[in-house]
C-alpha cells in the first residue's frame, strides 16, 4: 500500500523525442507527488510536483499528467534534450506524514 | 542558491565500527530528513526530525540508527555499529516552513567492508 510504482526501467530517445514514464500508486491517502531528476554523483532534484485536485502541470518542457481514478500518473517530458539524460523518481507523499515514498527510477538516455 | 550540503562525501569504514554523517540543512529550514540508496536501487526514507524530535522513522532506522542536531546548524545522523548491508549512499534534506519541497544534499557513500 506503500508502494509507489515506475516503469520503464530504463528509456533511450533520440533528441527531440517525447519520454513518458508512468507511476501507480495503491494507497488513496497521497496527496502530494514530485518528480525528482538525479545526475550521477549527485542528489535528486525537485523538477515538478502535482496535487490530485487537478490533472495535468506543466512547466517548461516538463508536464505531469494525474488520473486520479486510475490512480496514476506520469511524466513528459517534451523537446527532450541530451541534458535531460538522467534517472527520473516519481514519489508520493501524505501531507501529515511528510516522508517521501520513491519510485524505483527510469533512467533516461537522450542520444543526439 | 542555498544549499544542503554534506560530509564527507565518501566514508569506508570497517563493520562494527561507529559513523556520524553530518549535514547542514538550508538556514532557514525546520524540518530535516535523512534518506538512502543502495547502489542502482530506489531512494529509501529513514526518519524525519522536526522541532530536535523524530517525527517519523522507518523500520529501517532501528536501535543502530540516531540523528541529533547538535547546534543551530548541523543535523547527523550515527550508525552505532555499521552492517556491511548498511553501504549505501545516504541523503540528507530539508524543507522550510509552509514549503513542500524537500532538498536534498548530495549524500555521503558509505562502504562497510
Known amino acids: 500500500q506503500q508502494q509507489v510504482k515506475q516503469s520503464p526501467q530504463s528509456l533511450i530517445v533520440q533528441k527531440g523525442g517525447i519520454p513518458i514514464i508512468n507511476c501507480a500508486y495503491e494507497n488513496t491517502a497521497f496527496d502530494y507527488f514530485p518528480w525528482y531528476q538525479q545526475f550521477p554523483g549527485k542528489g535528486p532534484a525537485l523538477l515538478i510536483a502535482i496535487r490530485p485536485d487537478v490533472s495535468e502541470k506543466k512547466e517548461g518542457r516538463f508536464t505531469i499528467s494525474f488520473n486520479k481514478s486510475a490512480k496514476q500518473f506520469s511524466l513528459h517530458i517534451m523537446d527532450s534534450q541530451p541534458g535531460d539524460s538522467a534517472t527520473y523518481f516519481c514519489?508520493?507523499?501524505?501531507?501529515?506524514?511528510?516522508?517521501?515514498?520513491f519510485g524505483t527510477g527510469t533512467r533516461l538516455q537522450v542520444f543526439p | 542558491e542555498p544549499e544542503v550540503t554534506q560530509t564527507p562525501s565518501h566514508q569506508v569504514t570497517q563493520m562494527g565500527q561507529e559513523v556520524i554523517l553530518r549535514c547542514v540543512p538550508i538556514?532557514?529550514?525546520?524540518?530535516f530528513y535523512w534518506y538512502r540508496q543502495i547502489l542502482g536501487q530506489k531512494v529509501e526514507f529513514l526518519v524525519s526530525f522536526y522541532n530536535n524530535e523524530i517525527s517519523e522513522k522507518s523500520e529501517i532506522f532501528d536501535d543502530q540508527f540516531s540523528v541529533e542536531r547538535p547546534d543551530g546548524s548541523n543535523f547527523t545522523l550515527k550508525i552505532r555499529s555499521t552492517k556491511l548491508e548498511d553501504s549505501a549512499m545516504y541523503f540528507c534534506a530539508s524543507r522550510g516552513p509552509g514549503r513542500e519541497t524537500q532538498y536534498f544534499g548530495p549524500g555521503t557513500r558509505l562502504l562497510v567492508l
Open positions: 514519489a508520493a507523499s501524505i501531507s501529515n506524514t511528510d516522508k517521501l515514498i
Open positions: 538556514s532557514n529550514h525546520l524540518y
